[in-house]
């Protein structure tokens, strides 16, 4: 079961490297190209000021950050 979703693109680097870091360390979540999902690009938006900023990651709780560290979502999901 996914921990929470993450919205991100397939040229975001920024995103390269989340995923990366939390298939390290063993944390799932599922992922949501905004590019093929235009409900997805639309919720990101409101999320971000109009911006369609990824990585976006939205936890269970309707909470969300933008471009968190590993860090911060760990701290996060330990909350």
Same mark, same amino acid.
């Given at each position: 079961m996914s921990a929470f979703t993450m919205y991100s693109t397939p040229w975001c680097?920024?995103?390269?490297?989340l995923k990366g870091q939390l298939k390290r #360390?063993?944390?799932?979540f599922t992922e949501v190209d905004i590019e093929q999902?235009?409900? #997805? #690009?639309? %919720?990101?938006?409101k999320?971000?000021?109009?911006?369609?900023t990824v990585p976006t990651v939205v936890?269970?709780?309707g909470t969300a950050m933008t471009n968190?560290? %590993? #860090?911060q979502v760990t701290e996060k999901l330990a909350a």
């Open positions: 680097g920024y995103c390269h490297r #360390a063993g944390i799932e999902v235009p409900d #997805a #690009a639309e %919720l990101v938006e999320i971000n000021n109009g911006n369609q936890f269970p709780d968190p560290s %590993l #860090a």
